[in-house]
Every structure is written in structure tokens, then in C-alpha cells.
């Protein structure tokens, strides 16, 4: 099981959530997040952390000058795209970046709509699969306030059919109100490639909570192990 800890805003964090075998971390550059970093900030962080591990950047803003900036600067492995992206703006992305990155595009499930939903999303990941310009599907909950880092689940339940049809064309990453008590019942439930985790690992916001930490990404793992 993949493991991404996200909205990371500090080098001990990011260092210990590394250590502790997360196989991602994420900085959110999104201007609507309290856990907004810069470029300048996240560099340091990055040259600290192991090579293996991905470092994905979270963006929500269609300034691609802005995006390439962050990942040349910052060292950046990864893009993780929260907008209205199209497939010329990814391209032109692409393009644009000195070395290759992993896309990550985001897919939000609205939290208050119910399984009227579902044909739209099944539209939007058969199209996303067929561009091929993004590696992962990121399925985020979004509330009537934020598309991202919110920490409220979706219903799983009603999303399963959508997630069996979703993983036939790429990897998914689950997203939304994660926690170490829930990780293991989401990943039963809707099987994702992997997961992805900000609040619900934090003991205030922006500042990691060690043992969630851990006992997050032991239940991620453990949940894999057995079957799910
Ligand atoms: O985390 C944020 O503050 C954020 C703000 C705006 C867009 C995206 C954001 N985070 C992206 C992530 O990948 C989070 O890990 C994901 O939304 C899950 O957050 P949470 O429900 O708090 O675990």
C-alpha cells in the first residue's frame, strides 16, 4: 500500500514521517491552505530527505510558470493537480519542466451529493486514463468550503461501484478525513492503490502527531496484509 503524508510544513515531520516509511510526502502550494508553503520554504526540507522517497507538490492555482518554478526550485518529484486542469495545461506543464514528474491528478467526491454523482466521475476517470498525461488518480472529499485537506470522509460505500470502474484505467489514491482508527476499514472498502493523509495524522494543524503517524501508516499496511 502507498502511503502519502501530506501538508507537510516542517524538516522533523517531513524527516520523521520518512523514517517512519511513507513512500510520499506532499506540500501543499495551494493558496486556500493554512498550510501553504513556498518554494524557499520546502528546498531545505526536500535536500534533507532520502532520494527514494516522492515529493509531490500540491497545486490548485493554473499558473503553470508558478507550478514549474516550485518543482525546479524546490526539487519537487511530483504534481499533484487540485484544479481544472485540461490536457493542453498538463501538457504545457510538461513541456515546460527540465526533468519529468510524476502527475498525480486530483478527482474530488463532493461529500453533501449523493450517488447522483457517480456517473460524472466515471465520465471524468475514463477520460483522465485515456489522455494518459497523469501516473495516479487522487480521489479527494470536497465540502461546500475546501477541495482538499478538509478532513470529512466521503461515503465509501457510494462510491464503490465508481472505484471498481476507476481502477481499471489507472492507479487511485484514496483521500479525505483518514485517520489511523479509519485507514484500514477505507482501504477494505474501496481497495485504492494507495492513501493519502493530512489532518488526520496532525496533533494541531500544520504540526505532525508522532504516534498517528505511525499507527497510520502500520494500519495502512497491516490492512494490505490481511487481504483488503
Ligand atoms: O491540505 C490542504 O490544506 C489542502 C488545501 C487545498 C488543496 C489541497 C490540500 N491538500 C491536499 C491533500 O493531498 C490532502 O492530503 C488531502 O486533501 C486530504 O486531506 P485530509 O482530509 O486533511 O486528510
Redesign the pocket.
Known sequence: MWV?I??NTNLDDAKLAAELGADAL?F?F?A????RMTPEQVAPIVQELPESIEKVG?F?ELDLAAIRAAVEYAGLTGV?L?GDYTPELILGLRKGLSTPVTILQTLHWQVTAGLEQAEAFEASTRRIAEDGLAARL?V??KTAS???????AFDWNLARASFEIARRGMPIIL????RPENVAEAIRTLRPWGV?????VESAPGKKDPEKLQAFITNARQAERNGA
Not at 475546501?146 to 470529512?152: F, K, P, V, Y
Not at 493519502?196 to 488526520?200: I, K, M, N, P, T
Request: glycine fraction near 22%; include cysteine.
Open positions: 502519502k501530506c501538508a506532499g501543499v495551494a486556500a491552505s493554512s498550510r500540491v490548485a499533484q487540485h487522487l479527494d472529499a475546501a477541495s482538499g485537506g478538509t478532513g470529512t483521500a479525505g478525513g483518514l493519502d493523509v493530512a489532518s488526520g
